[in-house]
């Protein structure tokens, strides 16, 4: 903090918040992974369950940022709202996020459709405990389209969302890789949803793999037209890069993909966050040895 002179002042909020997926990675601390990304400006992380265990040492280094919060998938986490036998972890996430919401910063929830239909052994789920989870919460709720349904099945599903949970249900957190690797061009999806679309997830991706790659490492998104379309129509809220870099040390690769945002969507900050990383090289080299 010390390298970081007074005259860089950074205001959140009157900025498009651009920040990254933060949990644990490999022996770094989220913690440690939170306050490495304050001092380069970011002033937005998303968060998960995993956070949970660590959040003590994590809730002091979210003073002044923006926080979402990405609820468990079937993937990641084995189970999601809608599964019928997980109502005992279901209840603590819900009670976890109603006591801390406001020491988190969270602004909003992001809740995929029910996807346990699609897990390899079939899970029993049903729509109506989403929503009925869902409206437990007393944050906003953002939907995320996913690979398994299309377009139509998504609009469909979010209407379904918006009837049961009215305000609650406050927008589509829009995943340009999702589209990209169902075979869908993520531009056009973006105009077709921009009605509702109120965050977003960008990351590269390959074939029909979602690979979370950090842009400029060969993935197939149309990332400059998009980004275009994203600055043209106004877009203004918060924006997730859910990388994961392909090994350790590859801390610049984080660095490049945001600086790649910035540079498009907020050219203010884009040289605030110039100046700060000569400031902040001996750190950058430190973290990525
Ligand atoms: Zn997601």
Redesign the pocket.
């Known amino acids: 903090m010390v390298l970081i002179s007074k005259g860089i002042s950074f205001q959140a909020g009157r900025h498009v918040l651009i920040g990254f997926t933060v949990e644990r990675y490999e022996n770094w601390h989220p913690a440690d992974i939170t306050s490495a990304m304050k001092k380069l400006g970011v002033n937005f992380i998303e968060l998960n369950r995993r956070v949970f265990a660590e959040l003590p040492a994590v809730l002091p280094q979210l003073k002044g940022m923006h926080t979402a919060f990405?609820l468990p998938?079937v993937d990641d986490d084995g189970w999601d709202f809608s599964c019928i036998a997980y109502q005992a972890q279901i209840d603590e996430t819900i009670a976890i996020l109603n006591r801390h919401h406001r020491d988190m910063g969270l602004q909003h929830i992001?809740s995929?459709p029910s996807e346990a239909k699609f897990a390899s052994k079939p899970i029993d789920s049903s729509e109506e405990m989403l929503f009925a989870a869902l409206s437990r919460l007393q944050i906003p709720v953002f939907f995320?389209n996913?690979a398994n349904y299309s377009p139509q099945e998504f609009r469909a599903f979010y209407e379904r969302a918006k009837a049961s949970l009215g305000d609650r249900c406050a927008g589509m957190?829009y995943?340009a890789a999702h589209f990209q690797v169902s075979g869908y061009d993520p531009v056009e999806q973006f105009h077709a949803f921009r009605d509702i679309i109120r965050c977003a997830?960008l990351s590269d991706c390959r074939g029909d793999e979602d690979a979370h790659l950090p842009f400029g490492a060969g993935g197939d998104l149309p990332l400059g037209q998009l980004l275009q379309a994203m600055q043209k129509s106004g877009y203004s809220g918060p924006i997730t890069l859910?990388i994961r870099p392909p090994s350790s040390g590859e801390l610049r690769a984080y660095i490049r993909s945001y600086m790649t945002l910035l540079r498009q969507l907020d050219p203010a900050r884009y040289h605030q966050a110039r100046l700060r990383l000569v400031l902040l090289r001996p750190l950058l080299s430190y973290l990525s040895r």
């Open positions: 990405h998938i992001i995929h995320e996913i957190c995943d997830h859910e």
